[in-house]
């Protein structure tokens, strides 16, 4: 897991650590020292720790007049153990939110499980941002990922499937990802099951 890094081809269009309205400005990365750890594999220094244990992220581009955001992650999702969705809530996606950014584009091909347990805060980011014509949406979620995601329901709050696995998204601009995703879900108002 250590040598996969996260996409880095958008770096001339956007840097989380040089943005000042991104939760993670100002952060310094140790090329040369691994430190960071899904259970007993390191991860590339790249990626971003927000507090939890078994997941970390990546801002790969914000567009505050456009409101959105892509964010790419590895690891584990548990929200058995750790409530992974809500310290990703309160550490980056509230601080994203209260930059103007209320749709959510998340590519998850690295996710390598999911562990769901309630649909509470998924609920109460729902609420947070569909109110005001956001939504989110997973992109390349693997089978046994979207398995479990829909066995706990949280599917009412995300788009995810099929249509949503097949966009070849490292080959296109950010802008041209969003409207991709818009056009696929015929709007990004509401968010609701497929």
């Given at each position: 897991?250590?040598?996969?890094?996260?996409y880095?081809k958008?770096?001339?269009?956007?840097?989380?650590?040089?943005?000042?309205?991104?939760?993670?400005?100002?952060?310094?990365?140790?090329?040369f020292?691994?430190?960071?750890k899904v259970?007993?594999?390191?991860i590339h220094?790249?990626?971003?720790?927000?507090?939890?244990?078994?997941?970390?992220?990546?801002i790969?581009y914000?567009?505050?007049d456009?409101?959105?955001?892509?964010?790419e992650?590895i690891?584990e999702w548990?929200d058995?153990?750790?409530?992974?969705?809500?310290?990703?809530?309160?550490?980056v996606?509230n601080?994203l939110?209260d930059?103007?950014?209320?749709?959510?584009?998340?590519?998850?091909?690295?996710?390598m499980n999911?562990?769901?347990d309630d649909?509470?805060?998924y609920?109460e980011r729902?609420?947070?941002?569909?109110?005001?014509?956001?939504?989110s949406c997973m992109l390349?979620t693997r089978?046994?990922?979207?398995e479990?995601?829909?066995?706990?329901f949280?599917d009412?709050y995300?788009?995810?499937?099929?249509?949503?696995?097949?966009?070849?998204?490292?080959?296109?601009?950010?802008?041209?990802?969003?409207?991709?995703?818009?056009?696929?879900?015929g709007?990004?108002?509401r968010m609701?099951?497929?």
């Amino acid at each position: 897991m250590h040598d996969i890094e996260p996409y880095f081809k958008w770096r001339d269009r956007y840097v989380a650590s040089e943005d000042e309205r991104s939760p993670f400005y100002g952060r310094e990365y140790n090329e040369f020292q691994f430190h960071q750890k899904v259970y007993n594999y390191y991860i590339h220094p790249q990626w971003d720790e927000f507090g939890s244990a078994t997941l970390y992220s990546k801002i790969l581009y914000c567009d505050y007049d456009e409101g959105y955001a892509i964010l790419e992650f590895i690891g584990e999702w548990n929200d058995c153990l750790s409530n992974d969705v809500m310290i990703l809530k309160q550490n980056v996606i509230n601080r994203l939110i209260d930059q103007s950014i209320n749709k959510f584009i998340l590519l998850c091909d690295n996710l390598m499980n999911f562990h769901g347990d309630d649909d509470c805060y998924y609920e109460e980011r729902f609420g947070d941002i569909g109110d005001e014509g956001g939504g989110s949406c997973m992109l390349d979620t693997r089978e046994h990922v979207e398995e479990e995601i829909r066995a706990t329901f949280i599917d009412q709050y995300v788009n995810l499937g099929e249509s949503f696995n097949n966009i070849h998204w490292r080959s296109i601009t950010p802008i041209t990802l969003f409207d991709t995703v818009c056009d696929r879900i015929g709007s990004m108002i509401r968010m609701l099951p497929n």
